[in-house]
């Protein structure tokens, strides 16, 4: 059975440390065989600092995808779904190899990436590092906690990795990274009531509103969509909040077994329903970066080094 790489389905961490690389030449067999030390550095962290949690994730860009396994393309394989409605956007940028290392630590987060950059120095530039942390009991950074009505336990997985359907990909998972920008001024002028009504949620204590009390351009009203049979339709969120005194706001992270749950639900945020009620949170938070990706199941990557 393929095994899906451990990051994908990871209990929140204290840490992150999100790499985003281009690849500058095209020595795909060097790459090939470079991936797989990687998923080797992961373990030998993990083992050595058990108590860390280190978990990692490899994800190849849908673009760079096509050079790096040029015969082997997963079934569902697509480019970010780039939008723009009015002054809300989801806006593509460069991402040929993103990198995600989590633990409880800080310090093995930074010897993890340390190592990463050495390997694959001589194939990739680095285009945008970020340091994602726990805040407060699991909140983002306009104070609501994020994460509530993710899947558990095994359900993760079945909403995260890919299955049986697309039998040479079973373990991978189709992931989309955005980084939205928080702006945080505006956001504290708004009153907590309001804030509340955004979200769907009370702040505080993180209670759902009941469904009929939910306003349509509410955040979780929004992103709870469900399928032609009824069904909902469900990503892993695995993001984090990141920034300084200057610059603050989520990095976003979606796995799935399908593009198509993040694709739907980025659509219903950015145009709404047919009212036009769109996602308010999005008057409050921009994307600046926008990339999907797909992280294969680690015996796809150690196969693939040794051909
Ligand atoms: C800055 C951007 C975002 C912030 C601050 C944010 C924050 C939150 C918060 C606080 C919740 C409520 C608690 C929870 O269930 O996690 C939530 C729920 C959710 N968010 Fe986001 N989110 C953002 C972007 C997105 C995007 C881009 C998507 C998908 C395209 C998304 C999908 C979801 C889903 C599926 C839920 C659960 C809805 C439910 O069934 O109640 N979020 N988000």
């Known amino acids: 059975m393929s095994q899906a790489q451990k990051g994908i389905c990871a209990e929140p961490n204290l840490h992150a440390l999100y790499l985003t690389f281009t690849v500058v030449d095209d020595e795909v067999q060097a790459m090939r065989a470079k991936l797989a030390h990687v998923l080797d550095l992961f373990n030998h962290f993990d083992e050595e ?7 990692g994730v490899i994800a190849i860009g849908t673009e760079y995808w096509y050079e790096l396994y040029p015969r082997l ?11 723009q409605c009015e002054d809300r956007g989801a806006p593509i940028t460069p991402g040929d190899l993103f990198i995600q290392i989590k633990a409880d630590r800080t310090d093995i987060c930074h010897a993890i990436g340390t190592e990463v950059i050495q390997l694959l120095k001589p194939h990739v530039d680095l285009y945008e590092e970020i340091s994602g942390f726990r805040y407060l009991d699991g909140r983002d950074l306009t104070g609501f906690v994020d994460g509530t009505e993710n899947p558990k ?49 009370s702040k505080a204590d993180n209670i759902e509103f009941d469904s009929d009390k939910k306003a349509q351009f509410a955040h979780t009203k929004r992103t709870n969509l469900k399928d032609a049979d009824g069904k ?8 984090m909040p990141y920034g300084n005194m200057t610059v603050q706001g989520l990095y976003f992270i979606s796995c799935a077994s399908s593009p198509k749950p993040f694709t739907d639900m980025l659509r219903s945020m950015i145009f709404g329903d047919e009212q036009g009620e769109y996602d308010k949170l999005l008057d409050y938070t921009v994307a600046e970066t926008g990339c999907a990706y797909f992280a294969p199941s680690i015996n796809f990557i150690k196969q693939q080094a040794k051909e």
């Open 73 to 83: 393309i997963p079934q569902e394989m697509a480019p970010f779904p780039s939008m």
């Open 49 to 55: 600092y058990y108590e860390a949690m280190v978990s």
């Open 153 to 201: 336990g095994m359900r993760k997985f079945a909403v995260a990795i890919v299955g049986d359907q697309d039998q040479e990909f079973a373990g991978g998972s189709y992931i989309h990274v955005q980084r939205y920008r928080h702006l945080m001024t505006k956001w504290q002028l708004l009153a907590v009531h309001n804030q509340e009504e955004i979200f769907g949620r």
């Open 232 to 239: 909902s339709v469900e990503i892993l969120r695995q993001s």
